[in-house]
């Protein structure tokens, strides 16, 4: 059992950080917070994907490049242009590393506006951030794993912010519905987004980028967009458009 609590915690905090904070926020600046509530989720972020923690500025600017050149051959995580879900995942990987290092000339005029924490950014990517992280998850399954089995999960553990991207790009290009005739392959996969809280609406995303409710038509529950609505409420964070904007008749 606490095998199974411990997953499925570490599967969905990150993923909300990864929605919340490293997309809607750094990518999208859907909403503004002050520099105190800046760091608790940068820190909160850090802490939730472990191994696999993302630089938000990396992110952010990868995610910009994905907006712009969305299915195209510039798309630096289109599953069009991959033969399968793992490379896709290598290639967003060597990208990533490239911008991280200011290496990679077109994610450059995407810069600007991230949330900025230099020495915890760079530490987070270290190798000794994520051996530490994966030592920890290693130890925790040797003192509650109750089967041999259980250790299988150990990899997604290691690779939690990367699946989430996976599973994301792969499905939200490639499976579901569309909403909008976005001249790309974006799909909306689940009417109730409880695998991605939100982030498998790309098709509604695409066309209202901006629009902190990923959920358009009434049937479609951003859970993310809860969690922001009562942040917003207890002002923690400020969202730009409201809840109330207009959406364009869908295609």
């Known amino acids: ?148 089995w259980q250790y299988l999960l150990l990899p997604v553990h290691f690779l939690m912010g990367p699946i989430h991207g996976a599973i994301v790009n792969w499905g939200g290009h490639k499976y579901g519905y569309q909403n909008f005739d976005n001249h790309d392959k974006s799909r909306n996969t689940l009417p109730f987004d409880f695998l991605a809280f939100g982030e498998l609406f790309q098709n509604n995303h695409h066309k209202l980028p901006m629009r902190v409710n990923f959920g358009v038509k009434k049937w479609e529950l951003d859970p993310t967009y809860s969690v922001i609505w009562l942040l917003d409420k207890a002002r923690i964070v400020k969202v730009k458009r409201k809840w109330q904007e207009s959406v364009p008749m869908a295609a």
């Open 1 to 148: 059992m606490a095998i199974l609590v411990f997953f499925i915690a570490h599967y969905y905090l990150s993923l909300f950080t990864q929605t919340f904070f490293l997309h809607r926020y750094a990518a999208h600046k859907m909403f503004t917070m002050n520099k105190f509530w800046e760091r608790f989720f940068f820190l909160f972020t850090y802490i939730c994907q472990g191994s696999s923690f993302l630089s938000p500025r990396a992110y952010a600017l990868l995610h910009r490049m994905h907006h712009a050149y969305s299915d195209t051959e510039m798309d630096p995580h289109s599953p069009h242009f991959s033969s399968n879900a793992f490379s896709m995942m290598w290639k967003t990987k060597v990208i990533y590393s490239e911008v991280v290092l200011d290496k990679h000339d077109a994610a450059k005029r995407f810069e600007g506006d991230t949330p900025e924490w230099s020495w915890l950014d760079k530490f987070g990517g270290t190798v000794y951030s994520r051996l530490g992280w994966g030592t920890v998850y290693v130890l925790f399954y040797i003192n509650f794993a109750t089967a041999w």
